[in-house]
């Protein structure tokens, strides 16, 4: 079973650049959310998604970030503009259902770096 | 906010010690989860708990869910140099589902062989 794919890998960008991250679930899950981890700490919910739906967004700097799930598989993150303090780890993950499963599967992550 | 409070930062074992870490928060808890992070990479499960109590074992890794529900812990017996990592423990709270998880600031592992 393919895991959870995101892209890119890494990205060096200067603040007040743009940048966005890409993301592809397991097949045949559901539910799809992106987390923000900074170093030396734990993952950060920023947004999750119920196949095309929000379901929180709550965390998210929504005047500087913005995710989409158009037609509830794949979704994008993106940043606009970035901050220094934007730097870290973003992590995609999926899950079969978020009211009765918390067995999230996360992909390898974005590194940014915000310069 | 609900907080996981994990301790301890950072071990430094030798290859074949038993390791143990845990978990602890002021709020109760209705899922115990258990992760680990390898560098580059994102949290792999290891254990889930859904009940106070519940002690549950994946091969060397023993995790228990605190009769409190405010607490959590993991023990590694004769650990392996690939189980050098960050463990992460992670919970949800009873109101809410998956939304509400909350991760811990980790423990990482180190292997001496």
């Known amino acids: 079973e393919a895991g959870v794919a995101q892209s890119p890998r890494y990205k060096i960008i200067e603040k007040r650049q743009s940048v966005a991250f890409w993301c592809n679930p397991i097949?045949?899950?559901?539910?799809l959310y992106w987390y923000q981890q900074i170093l030396g700490q734990g993952p950060k919910l920023l947004i999750q998604?119920?196949?095309?739906?929000?379901?929180?967004d709550s965390q998210l700097p929504k005047d500087r970030f913005s995710a989409e799930r158009l037609k509830g598989v794949d979704s994008t993150l993106k940043i606009q503009p970035a901050k220094l303090e934007d730097s870290a780890v973003y992590l995609c993950?999926?899950?079969?259902?978020?009211?009765?499963?918390?067995?999230?599967?996360f992909g390898s992550g974005t590194q940014l770096s915000v310069l | 906010g609900q907080q996981l409070n994990q301790s301890p930062q950072s071990m430094f074992i030798q290859e074949g010690e038993d390791v143990s870490m845990n978990c602890t928060s002021s709020s109760i808890f209705n899922t115990w989860l258990w992760y680990k992070q390898d560098p580059g990479e994102g949290p792999v499960l290891l254990i889930a708990l859904y009940k106070a109590g519940e002690l549950t074992s994946n091969g060397r890794l023993t995790a228990q869910f605190g009769i409190t529900r405010k607490d959590s812990f993991l023990n590694i017996s004769a650990s392996i140099p690939s189980d050098v990592g960050i463990y992460f423990c992670a919970a949800t709270p009873p109101q809410g589902g998956s939304e509400k998880l909350v991760f811990g600031k980790g423990t990482k592992l180190t292997v001496n062989p």
């Open positions: 097949s045949g899950h559901a539910t």
């Open positions: 998604f119920q196949n095309n739906g929000v379901v929180d």
């Open positions: 993950a999926s899950s079969l259902d978020w009211a009765t499963n918390e067995k999230l599967f």
